[in-house]
């Protein structure tokens, strides 16, 4: 008896594997889709956005996962590596490069239903797109712009919000001349995006990540002056002290906590400065300038996983995210730069001034190269700036190191 | 044999759960691996060639020796004294005690959160302790120096493992019979020389323990220095284990890492041999 009850439920259980394995009549299509938290309003927003999904298709089910953004890489590489990745998945989108070469995401382009591609702002699609293949959509986009406190601005003296790197340099000197740890600019060292804000650096001298040569450009000209414009902020005491031992997070608590007078950073900030600057008056302009006008764009991505069984639902339900009414929402929680054309002329992004300027500054937005190892290359560069802005190193020995790292393994992607 | 046939299971199960990973990594560091883990070629000890000629490999090398040879010399050093006076009867020496087991209690991961935010520049409450104090540190961010940072991070090394060095070394003093000392006190010894005649020959086997373990643990410890500093500013406060994890995690270099891995095992399997070696030759000659 007892062994007869064992054996039904085994054989029972095994019938209900097979049938959801090749989908009986009543299964659905389980897509699995983790996104990586913005802030902790992104995983219950997507989650809603499944619930109506699944509501209004009645053979999907999309079930959402969220982590947050440090875990994200490493989750992705050992789920997919373990053959149990998710259907779509949230990535930076350079990670994306590398994970499209090693085959391990689905090019999207026959996937996408027609005209749906058009509805993209060109630039950050096309940032997609490798091999003449769409990988996946930019779910986030956003570009940088200089925070600064305008009630430091004023006790300083300094009328005039500062158009280029000499004019910054002015501002900092009066600032920093208020004392009682009151610092002009921050500069950032450590972690996270250091590279990129040598970018604003590098872009607005002119400079370039990639020579025209197809070498690096980190040890040109335009990078050492690069370079020189943010050594004479650490020298003259005009940065935050310490700047080898400064994140972003570091820098931007400074900027909420009223100690700097300037700070480049991007839209997200807004929401951080509403909930813990509360007191500090600010206002975004441009990046300063040295001889050309730029700034660093940077673009997440949502892919959909090669090994996925699902891939055109998994599309359906990328293409409802990113509906006119989904998106704006999105972009409005977490204060993204629109990427569909339709968002471009909401008056949430062009009515208010510490979103518009974001705006403007679009075309002008350069981009990390795509590149599978650009990861090591940017690494190299980061350990030179920060033997550089010590003092350890001088700029162009530091420079050509980096240069010279990133050569070689450029040679090797060959 | 019928009790060999019982044990079996448990001894296939324990083999394949022990031995199936570390086989793994074996064969990955001997394998061209794409960043996604699917195992392409045959590289024979390319990978291995590969990381000893990093330069950043040598060099986090260098500072894991380093790192595992202060925290653990520093453990032991500050232990000692502690057992010692844990050890004696006083009144509130159970309160004592707790507080010194609580470092224990708490992950690795918040210690080195809380000790980010104590040493911080701007906002920490060491900067704010000493100028109260009246000392002229400022603003001194004591992370933005690689020398600097990575003594603190020794220190908050040392902090969390007095805890474990601590309960060995008073098992061992308990195990110590009193009358030893009655003894010597008749013969006149002073508290120094019955300390060092005494105390430390019967401490010592519980001090290698505490020695091999704490080496193991420390060598691989991850979360003080990943937390606290990244391995950064420029490399120079990685260890081996956040090299790899580097290597892996962030570059996608899998059998780069993986040759990271195995080297770092044979380290700690050679120093787990010489250990071996040295405690068996000791137990022949007390058994003689």
């Avoid at chain 2, 010399?73 to 006083?90: K, N, R």
């Amino acid at each position: 008896m007892r062994r007869g009850l064992m054996g039904g439920l085994v054989l029972g259980t095994a019938l209900v594997a097979v049938m959801l394995q090749t989908g009986g009549v009543w299964a659905k299509d389980t897509v699995r889709a983790r996104f990586a938290e913005y802030s902790t309003k992104t995983g219950p927003f997507f989650q809603e956005l499944a619930d109506q999904f699944n509501a209004a298709n009645p053979d999907i089910e999309v079930k959402v996962e969220y982590l947050p953004w440090p875990e994200m890489q490493q989750q992705l590489m050992t789920d997919i590596s373990a053959g149990t990745a998710p259907d779509i998945s949230h990535m930076a989108t350079r990670w994306m490069a590398g994970f499209a070469a090693d085959g391990a995401l689905a090019p999207i382009d026959d996937l996408m239903s027609p005209g749906f591609a058009d509805t993209f702002v060109p630039t950050y699609l096309d940032l997609q797109k490798q091999d003449g293949q769409t990988w996946g959509l930019p779910i986030a986009a956003s570009a940088r712009g200089l925070f600064y406190n305008k009630d430091l601005f004023e006790r300083a003296g300094v009328t005039e919000i500062p158009t280029t790197w000499d004019e910054a340099f002015e501002a900092a000197k009066k600032i920093s001349a208020l004392g009682g740890d009151i610092y002009g600019m921050g500069l950032q060292g450590k972690d996270l995006d250091t590279e990129g804000y040598w970018f604003y650096s590098l872009w607005t001298h002119g400079g370039s990540i990639i020579g025209p040569d197809g070498k690096s450009g980190f040890a040109s000209p335009e990078a050492v002056a690069a370079t020189e414009n943010y050594l004479r902020f650490i020298s003259e005491g005009l940065a935050q002290p310490g700047v080898t031992g400064s994140s972003r997070e570091d820098l931007q608590n400074l900027f909420a906590a009223g100690k700097l007078g300037m700070v480049l950073s991007g839209p997200w900030f807004n929401a951080q400065l509403a909930e813990q600057g509360k007191d500090v008056e600010y206002g975004i302009a441009h990046i300063p300038v040295a001889t050309t006008e730029a700034t660093y764009g940077v673009t997440d991505t949502i892919a959909i996983v090669e090994g996925s069984d699902v891939k055109p639902q998994a599309m359906k339900f990328l293409e409802f995210i990113f509906n006119e009414e989904n998106r704006l929402a999105f972009g409005k929680l977490e204060g993204f730069v629109p990427v569909l054309k339709s968002e471009s002329t909401e008056p949430f992004f062009t009515e208010n001034p510490n979103m518009a300027v974001f705006l403007e500054m679009g075309p002008v937005a350069k981009f990390a190269p795509l590149l599978p190892r650009w990861e090591e290359m940017a690494e190299g560069l980061k350990s030179e700036l920060a033997l550089i802005y010590s003092g350890e190193v001088e700029v162009e020995a530091g420079l050509q190191a980096a240069a010279a790292k990133m050569d070689a393994l450029l040679a090797e992607e060959q | 044999m019928w009790a060999l046939l019982l044990v079996a299971p448990c001894l296939l199960l324990s083999i394949s759960v022990i031995g199936y990973p570390i086989f793994d990594v074996l064969r990955m560091s001997l394998f061209d691996i794409s960043r996604i883990g699917v195992v392409r070629d045959f590289a024979g000890l390319e990978n291995f060639t590969k990381t000893f000629a990093d330069p950043v490999f040598l060099q986090t090398a260098w500072q894991t020796l380093i790192w595992t040879v202060a925290v653990v010399g520093g453990t032991i050093l500050v232990s000692i004294p502690i057992a010692l006076i844990l050890h004696e009867d006083f009144y509130g020496r159970t309160i004592a005690r707790t507080i010194v087991l609580l470092p224990w209690a708490i992950s690795l991961a918040m210690t080195a959160v809380v000790w980010r935010y104590v040493v911080n520049g701007d906002f920490g409450t060491l900067n704010m302790t000493l100028s109260a104090l009246g000392l002229p540190v400022g603003n001194y961010p004591w992370l933005a120096d690689a020398r600097v940072a990575f003594l603190i991070e020794i220190l908050v090394g040392i902090l969390v493992s007095v805890p474990f060095t601590v309960t060995i070394l008073l098992g061992g003093l308990t195990s110590i019979p009193s009358t030893l000392y009655e003894a010597s006190a008749i013969d006149g010894a002073s508290p120094f020389n019955s300390f060092r005649h005494i105390t430390m020959p019967l401490l010592w086997p519980f001090m290698q323990i505490a020695i091999v373990l704490n080496v193991i643990y420390v060598f691989n410890s991850f979360p003080i220095i990943w937390i606290m500093t990244n391995g950064g500013p420029s490399n120079r406060t990685d260890i081996l284990i956040t090299y790899v994890y580097k290597q892996a995690f962030a570059f996608g270099k899998l059998g780069n890492a993986a040759a990271g891995s195995v080297i770092m095992f044979a380290a700690l399997l050679g120093f787990a041999i010489i250990y071996l070696y040295l405690t068996r030759s000791r137990g022949a000659n007390s058994d003689v």
